[in-house]
């Protein structure tokens, strides 16, 4: 069956439509995305802006026309950390769900590290082992680890790599001051899921999904994603560490001239890599595994064991490549 995934984050909406069915790989059959960076358009206060609301709206509406046009059959709409934490998220939420009869299902920031755990588990397979997986988005940072499909920790923080350059590095290229401030501020919340982490057990291997991770990979001299999903990308501490303060350094232009990295994310990459480097550094990872699969994918496969269960089969579980 052809499904479609409507992701609301808080720096893109994205329109994912898949080929699939229990038990089997899901297909991209075409994607449609716009960085409406839902999250800027919040008053002082945290509500969504009207104008964001209409943004918001008139999105979907093109997302449903292509959704049509697709034939998808079903649309698994959500949300996450822009309307999960703005004060009228309520009140977006019913409005468009009046205005394009989309239900968005708004997640939490565990279910958000759980389903990306599951996308990871179901991409690597059995054989990784024990996981650590760790998600840079636009509003929060997940951190999950464990053995199984659900993770035994699982864990979100307020240290999305946009809403750290939104709030707290505004200047182009920031104040050294400023960068050492938010370099603390993310230390030590990160520090606070070492121990839970640890209680996790040793990962036999740690994967970083995201844009974020993507780019900051490539910065670090990973190979292209032209290159194949199937081609092994692993970034090392060591080599992110010394990008750190030369990004740092940069103004937003200058590091849209890296590769890899869009002219619409390159004012928060600092923020990501500072918000990565921790991660690394506290969690002690030395290198991390990229992973092509993410949170759509986890709604995807979800539903699918969903429907499987319903159909009364099982489904088996097993390295995609």
Do not use: Y
């Not at 520090?191 to 994967?207: I, S």
Request: glycine share 10%; with cysteine.
């Amino acid at each position: 069956m052809r499904l479609g995934v409507l992701d609301v984050g808080s720096n893109t909406v994205h329109l994912l439509v898949v080929d699939a069915h229990p038990g089997a790989r899901p297909l991209p059959a075409t994607s449609h995305k716009e960085e409406l960076r839902l999250a800027e358009h919040q008053l002082a206060d945290g509500r969504i802006a009207a104008g964001g609301e209409r943004a918001l709206v008139q999105f979907i509406r093109a997302c449903l026309d292509i959704a049509e046009d697709q034939g998808v059959e079903e649309l698994l709409p959500f949300a996450t950390s822009a309307l999960r934490e703005a004060p009228n998220g309520e009140q977006v939420l019913q409005r468009v769900r009046e205005q394009t009869g989309v239900d968005l299902q708004v997640l939490s920031g565990g279910d958000e590290a759980r389903l990306t755990f599951l996308a990871v588990r179901r991409w690597f397979g059995w054989s990784a082992g024990r996981l650590l997986v760790v998600d840079i988005g636009g509003g929060s940072l997940e951190v999950a680890a464990g053995l199984d499909e659900m993770p035994d920790m699982a864990a979100s923080l307020p240290l999305g790599a946009g809403r750290l350059t939104r709030e707290r590095l505004n200047g182009d290229p920031p104040d050294p001051d400023e960068v050492r401030a938010v370099r603390r501020q993310i230390r030590t919340d990160v520090a606070r899921l070492v121990r839970d982490v640890t209680k996790a057990g040793t990962p036999d291997r740690v994967v970083g999904t995201s844009k974020t991770f993507r780019s900051l990979a490539r910065v670090c001299g990973v190979a292209p994603s032209a290159e194949g999903p199937f081609v092994t990308r692993v970034m090392e501490r060591q080599a992110l560490g010394e990008w750190v303060p030369r990004l740092a350094r940069m103004t937003a232009a200058e590091r849209a001239a890296l590769p890899g990295v869009s002219a619409k994310r390159a004012a928060q990459l600092l923020a990501g890599a500072l918000v990565a480097e921790a991660a690394m550094d506290l969690l002690g990872v030395q290198e991390l595994h990229l992973c092509p699969w993410a949170l759509r994918e986890g709604v995807i496969l979800r539903r699918l064991d969903s429907m499987a269960k319903l159909n009364g089969r099982s489904v088996q579980e097993g390295p995609i490549a």
